[in-house]
RNA sequence: GGGAGCGUGCCGGAAUUGGUAGACGGACUCGACUCAAAAUCGAGCGCCUUCGGGCAUGUGGGUUCGAGUCCCACCGCUCCCACCA
């Protein structure tokens, strides 16, 4: 075989990626006034200036997508861009001096060629750069619009310090352990001025809208919900009486889901940050109070709230009255309340919620049961708190209501008494977005002493980065410290005043950025209403299941936020989520030392050996990473296959919401694969098939199928080809639809080729191009350039055809012929009480009495019921007949 | 502790939603071609079997003519949330 007749992916992708690029073939076309087109979007990637197999896997769906869409016939819009401010380029910075934007430029450029080289679909007209001044002008522009809505604000906040990255972090970006998501130091506790967004506003909407969102995976919205953490209870005050007995006239206000349980409280316990607890503390508990306060500051997060930890506190000398039973009770100050939820005090009532139990039995506190389990006199406390609901006692005029109608009749009792209030309390807080970082989006106020916080005017915006900066890694920002970008006059009154020196958290650029690929080159807005509601929602958002919680629900808050300032009209900004599983990689593990062992330092994958000592390895797959030295590299599977069998193979490996395990050896079998209708393709040009003028297309087929049915029917090998084409259409287009499931589609591909190569040369030349014409516009989302170039092979297009009207991407998704899947005989499963014993060919058309009369007279029936008649017998046509004896 | 999900050959995974379990691919075995290897093509490939068949979708029950699929209990794994009052 001569070189040019084998398939070579390196001869062909690079050209056909040019020449769709020359000819725009992936511009987004221009809307109809009221035409509903496409938004098929992938989550954007950080600039790190490495493309990861993560990264591939996404937008391959995400483009499989796009391109099914087009063939469909919608307009598609298909971005790309980048979530470029952010730490890395600031390390770089400090490490190697180099300046940030350009760092990230250059990073842009070269993950953008290795994005190229995978042939996606995307419109780079619309490519944005949050780090760019024509796009944070505009998220500045936005933070205006949050401040005017009262929905940004600045407050004193004890705050996630973390002291490796030198800055604030939201609650969302500390682990579970206490640590930073990015440097993973501990946590430090600070007290500053922070600036906030209200998303606390819109909790209810938040968890409500949930509900529409049916297009996204349970999982993410139960997460949301579970973020958000609405709980109903009530605020219930406790008069504040001193040692001595006398009211100061303050009260304390707790929370609590419980108020049925009011009657068992039996002390309150406050925050130890809780502002009345120096007012509130008597001269002789000063010293242990304030011992006691300082060693809770001085713990991180996770000391104080490991789950085995003992509870500890002091009383702090006050009293405070128990409003239902007037008893007083003495208050405390505890390290398992925590400041920032509900109102920073709980009130105590051991009996019935385990915490308070633990508590009360380290401090010998009284325990007083207040409700037993219904039907029943039976205590059913026994050393340990009885937190299900029941039936109240000891609870004065609510003995005898069940914990649920309890709930209300107290509460109402409170209210009309004025002790006390229904409340909804949630979990989710407001958002932090200071952060004491030079690579971010500058938060556009000034602050002058005389007019106060000042937001700078629109026409002024963008707030620009300075770009002589100094880094040094240490301390403050590194904008507080560059005196002339911080002196500025008031744009109110004039006079000197200082410019806000934080940036935003980087989610702010992320959350608005889907919005800007409508409109990317507006210069009056961030977008117009027209081109937004044009566009949006997201038809098919794709992306990583780790932003489940904090991307996702900030972006819809956004959505939100702008919505009700009248910017666009869409209550949700994304109607399908897709969250693509990881790419695990081989991940070689020495069990006595701990060590990770590069792949290519073991000789023999079968008999997997420690290089240096000869230990046995442990094998098994897990996420791709830089320390486990698991990692392929797209670049060099690209080099060595070719960009499609790289789509394929992600594609054909494992459902796409699945984690997927890269394997080699099954990457080279994808390869083969393509290799098999590269050569399908070769035979069928040598024997003078050719799709010009219209050759296999539906009409075509039409013509020759009446003209067929005169001379009598179809050949059998025509009959069983066009069974084949017309199956996979039928399967592949409903893989497509609905849940993706690529992995199916695919294997249909490989059903309908191996179907072809069997069949093929037997048919007649129509049929054979019918075939070959939706064999290669099926595989076109898939595997692009293979398909574009056995398009050209087979005269699809000739080389004087314009592409952007000829190319196998502009043709139309076929439709399956139902006439072309009927057959004479169908297979008939018979039964013997259940168990299938063989199976006859019956006529298609045939009745159900008819199937149960050749059933019976089988000679498998004859075999099996050795002479006797069936009892039952259950017909289903089309399957199968059981005959029960 | 609360929530979500999952258990199918040697492996990744299919299964028209209650109707022939194991599609498609990988690995493996045999054969053809070759001096040989690779590639390619063909065949086989759940387990047991006295070759009639029997047993098989984590385990044990149940519903049904029929269960991977529905119900109950249990076992195991994964993920998310969690001193949230």
Known sequence: MSDSSRYQPQAIEASWQRAWQQHGLHETPALEPGEQGFYALSMFPYPSGNLHMGHVRNYVITDVVARVQRLRGRKVLHPMGWDAFGLPAENAAIERGVDPGAWTDQN???????????????????????????????????????????????????????????????????????????????????????????????????????????????????????????????????????????????????????????????????????????????????????????????????????????????????????????????????????????????????????????????????????????????????????????????????????????????????????????????????????????????????????????????????????????????????????????????????????????????????????????????????????????????????????????????????????????????????????????????TYKNPNSGKYIPPGEVADPTDPRDPISGERLETFFEKMSKSKHNGVDPASVIDRYGADTARMFILFKAPPEKDLEWDDADVEGQFRFLQRLWRLVEAAVERGLNLADGAGSPEAVGVALASAQQGGGLTQADAALRRAVHTAIAAISEDLDGDYQFNTAVSELMKLSNAMGSVLAESSDVFACEALRNLVILLAPFAPHLAEELWLKLGGRTSADALHSSSVHRQRWPQSDASALVRDTVPLVIQIKGKVRGSLDVPADADKATLEQLALTSEIAAKWLEGKAPSRVIVVPGKLVNLVP
């Open 108 to 586: 842009i450029a070269s993950m953008r060629s290795q994005l190229d080289q995978l042939g996606l679909s995307i419109d780079w007209q619309r490519e944005v750069a949050t780090c760019h001044t024509d796009y944070y002008r505009w998220t500045q522009w936005l933070f205006l619009q949050f401040l005017e809505a009262g929905l940004a604000y600045q407050k004193d906040a004890t705050v996630n310090w973390d002291p490796i990255d030198q800055t604030v972090l939201a609650n969302e970006q500390v682990d579970s352990e206490g640590r930073s998501w990015r440097s993973g130091a501990l946590v430090e506790k600070r007290k500053l001025r922070q600036w906030f967004l209200k998303i606390t506003d819109y909790a209810q909407q938040l968890l409500d809208d949930l509900d529409q969102l049916d297009g996204w995976p349970e999982r993410v919205r139960t997460m949301q919900a579970n973020w958000i953490g609405r709980s109903t209870g009530a605020e219930l005050q406790f008069e504040v009486i001193t040692a001595e007995g006398q009211p100061t006239g303050e009260r304390i206000t707790v929370f609590t889901t419980r108020p049925d349980t009011i009657f068992g409280a039996t002390y309150v316990v406050l925050a130890p940050e809780h502002p009345l607890v120096a007012a509130l503390t008597a001269l002789e508990q000063q010293l242990s109070v304030q011992a006691f306060c300082d060693l809770v500051s001085r713990q991180s997060e996770q000391e104080r709230t490991a789950e085995d930890k003992p509870k500890r506190g002091v009383p702090i000398g006050s009293q405070v009255r128990n409003p239902a039973t007037g008893e007083l009770i003495p208050l405390w100050i505890a390290d398992y309340v925590l400041a920032d939820y509900g109102t920073g005090a709980v009130m105590g009532v051991p009996a019935h919620d385990q915490r308070d139990f633990l508590f009360a039995r380290q401090y010998e506190l009284p325990v007083r049961q207040v409700i037993i389990p219904e039907g029943s006199d039976e205590h059913a406390f026994e050393g340990g708190a009885w937190t299900e609901a029941g039936v109240l006692i000891h609870s004065g005029r609510f003995d005898g209501l069940p914990s649920g109608k309890a709930k209300v009749a107290i509460t109402a009792a409170a209210e009309a008494e004025g002790w006390g209030q229904e409340r909804v309390q949630f979990r989710l807080r407001d958002w932090l977005i200071s952060r004491q970082r030079y690579w971010g989006c500058p938060i556009p106020v000034i602050h002058c002493d005389s007019c106060g916080v000042v937001p700078v005017p629109s026409e002024q915006l963008p707030v620009e980065l300075p770009r002589d900066v100094a880094f040094s890694g240490k301390g403050a920002s590194p904008l507080a410290q560059l005196d002339s970008w911080v002196q500025v006059a008031c744009p109110c009154c004039g006079k000197p005043a200082r410019r806000e020196t934080d940036t935003m958290d980087t989610f702010m650029c992320s959350s608005w950025y889907f919005l800007r690929y409508s409109d990317p080159h507006n210069t009056q807005l961030p977008f117009s209403r027209s081109a937004v509601d044009a566009w949006l929602p997201v038809d098919q958002y794709v992306g990583g299941i780790e932003h489940a919680i904090l991307h996702l629900l900030y972006s819809r808050f956004f959505t939100k936020v702008l919505r009700d300032r009248q910017l666009l009209s869409c209550d949700e900004p994304f109607t399908r989520l897709l969250t693509q599983g990881m790419v695990q990689g081989v």
